[in-house]
T-cell receptor, first 112, second 114 residues
Framework: AQSVSQHNHHVILSEAASLELGCNYSYGGTVNLFWYVQYPGQHLQLLLKYFSGDPLVKGIKGFEAEFIKSKFSFNLRKPSVQWSDTAEYFCAVTSGTYKYIFGTGTRLKVLA | DAGITQSPRYKITETGRQVTLMCHQTWSHSYMFWYRQDLGHGLRLIYYSAAADITDKGEVPDGYVVSRSKTENFPLTLESATRSQTSVYFC?????????????FGSGTRLTVV
């Protein structure tokens, strides 16, 4: 069965620090990959997505993610985090259907 | 305002009661989904629907019932609420024609079963 692993459950960073959140999936075929962000008390919002082409994907608010097929990974990065990036981040995978498989989420806290 | 509207935003109910969570979308998206969000589990799919009158089970369907008589509405019913169903419930929609499988989420319903 497909699964998505986010190994970092909680991350605490100071402002201006660099961020990398890991996401690994288990599926051997073609996948579509997503990162969603959930700010406190809000619904999930799409940060970025990968379907094909350039494996380095740029999203909103300065986030980017790199798809490494050989490692089954789709890690999220940001060079310099801000206090307003405090949120929970979810990686999701779909293999051509409309059902996402979500990771368990990573809670990021950025200290001002 | 166009979008996905979930109601109520907050609900407290007693064990054994039936409760229905509403989801309404204004885009006429074909696909609609119900997820529950629990600490340590992320989001888990309860039910989904590919079109009006077409529904299917997700990962955790037990204790829930859905219907989709109209494209825009996708209510989720807990037939006899249990404490384990205390959770935050998110509705989402998607449209195949957009070709990107992106979901749009509602604001969620926080349900507490006492």
């Amino acid at each position: 069965a497909q699964s998505v692993s986010q190994h970092n459950h909680h991350v605490i960073l100071s402002e201006a620090a660099s961020l990398e959140l890991g996401c690994n999936y288990s599926y051997g075929g073609t996948v579509n990959l997503f990162w969603y962000v959930q700010y406190p008390g809000q619904h999930l919002q799409l940060l970025l997505k990968y379907f094909s082409g350039d494996p380095l994907v740029k999203g909103i608010k300065g986030f980017e993610a790199e798809f490494i097929k050989s490692k089954f990974s789709f890690n999220l990065r940001k060079p310099s985090v801000q206090w307003s990036d405090t949120a929970e981040y979810f990686c999701a995978v779909t293999s051509g259907t409309y059902k996402y498989i979500f990771g368990t989420g990573t809670r990021l806290k950025v200290l001002a | 305002d166009a979008g996905i509207t979930q109601s109520p935003r907050y609900k407290i109910t007693e064990t054994g009661r039936q409760v229905t969570l509403m989801c309404h979308q204004t885009w006429s998206h074909s696909y609609m989904f119900w997820y529950r969000q629990d600490l340590g589990h992320g989001l888990r799919l309860i039910y989904y629907s590919a079109a009006a009158d077409i529904t299917d089970k997700g990962e955790v369907p037990d204790g829930y019932v859905v219907s989709r008589s109209k494209t825009e509405n996708f209510p989720l019913t807990l037939e006899s609420a249990t404490r384990s169903q205390t959770s935050v419930y998110f509705c989402a929609s998607s449209e195949p024609g957009l070709g990107n499988y992106g979901y749009t989420f509602g604001s969620g319903t926080r349900l507490t079963v006492v």
